[in-house]
Nanobody
């Protein structure tokens, strides 16, 4: 099992940057693929970025490609989402998720979720 806790959200102006962190409990963090999703009230959860267990393979959604970067530090049991050139449409609650083995972009395939952190981008 793994428990996840996001941090780093907040209010930022359009064009600004934020770095989200997701700290994981447990000693087997490196055996979990990780991902970030986001969700607005009344909308479905949307895939943002995913990362393999080693961190060598990443994939970002087209809507954030070139602006967001996902990474991990297995020694610190932490995954990051660096968000640059933020837009008002990036405003959402951001969640990190974990699953053993393969890094998928399908939210239903993730077993563990954090509580979420709010990101608000003002125009």
């Amino acid at each position: 099992q793994v428990q996840l806790q996001e941090s780093g959200g907040g209010l930022v102006q359009a064009g600004g940057s934020l770095r989200l962190s997701c700290a994981a409990s447990g000693r087997t963090f490196s055996s979990y693929a990780m991902a970030w999703f986001r969700q607005a009230p009344g909308k479905e959860r949307e895939f943002v970025a995913r990362l393999s267990r080693s961190g060598d393979n990443t994939h970002c959604a087209d809507s954030v490609k070139g602006r967001f970067t996902i990474s991990r530090d297995n020694a610190k049991n932490t995954v990051y989402l660096q968000m640059n050139s933020l837009k008002p449409e990036d405003t959402d609650v951001y969640y990190c998720a974990a699953r053993p083995d393969w890094y998928t972009y399908v939210s239903l395939e993730y077993d563990y979720w954090g509580q979420g952190t709010q990101v608000t981008v003002s125009s």
